[in-house]
T-cell receptor, first 113, second 113 residues
């Protein structure tokens, strides 16, 4: 079956702009989580969505937001981009029952200039 | 607090040798642990997992050991191959009500001939 699909793969944005990233989970998976990966901070949890509801949220400013649709696809948005937002954004898909395997997409590489 | 740490940032091994990657976690209430492998330019790939009610689990060439007394997790790779070269992350999930992963900092495994 198809894996986790993230689009776009690469993005270059200017400071102050906003960006929307998309994630399509594995068919049948109802939970989508987002992570930010940087060389300095490693993999950090952004938020988790299950059945269109945010189930958990990490310690990121309000400029970072997300949502999940009825088909389990998810988007995350970052407004007023800062240079420090440059990172690899990863989406993970899981069944959603809690404490289960999470499968990752290839990520979206965001560069803010 | 919520943290998962790694003892060694880089591990170099000779092809054919066994590799051991270690991880310390801080939350004794964690229910579920996963090891991921991340190759350059790719998202993390699931390797093996273990529940908190187990102390050992084996896969193909990999074994995960869990020592709850000292809150320590290890990944053993038998007969290490060049294709095993990657960054390895341990991650924990705190409860069955979430799929939120808390990642360690990662260990880079380098395999030389």
């Amino acid at each position: 079956k198809a894996g986790v699909t993230q689009t776009p793969r690469y993005l270059i944005k200017t400071r102050g702009q906003q960006v929307t990233l998309s994630c399509s989970p594995i068919s049948g998976h109802r939970s989508v989580s987002w992570y930010q990966q940087t060389p300095g901070q490693g993999l950090q949890f952004l938020f988790e969505y299950f059945s269109e509801t945010q189930r958990n949220k990490g310690n990121f400013p309000g400029r970072f937001s997300g949502r999940q649709f009825s088909n389990s696809r998810s988007e995350m948005n970052v407004s007023t981009l800062e240079l420090g937002d440059s990172a690899l954004y990863l989406c993970a898909s899981s069944l959603g029952t809690g404490g289960t395997e999470a499968f990752f997409g290839q990520g979206t590489r965001l560069t803010v200039v | 607090g919520e943290s998962v740490g790694l003892h060694l940032p880089t591990l170099s091994v000779q092809e054919g040798d066994n590799s051991i990657i270690n991880c310390a976690y801080s939350n004794s209430a964690s229910d579920y642990f996963i090891w991921y492998k991340q190759e350059s330019g790719k998202g993390p790939q699931f390797i093996i997992d273990i529940r908190s009610n187990m102390d050992k689990r084996q896969g193909q060439r990999v074994t995960v050991l869990l020592n709850k007394t000292v809150k320590h997790l290890s990944l053993q790779i038998a007969a290490t191959q060049p294709g095993d070269s990657a960054v390895y992350f341990c991650a924990e999930i705190l409860s069955y009500n979430t799929d939120k992963l808390i990642f360690g900092t990662g260990t880079r495994l380098q395999v030389f001939p």
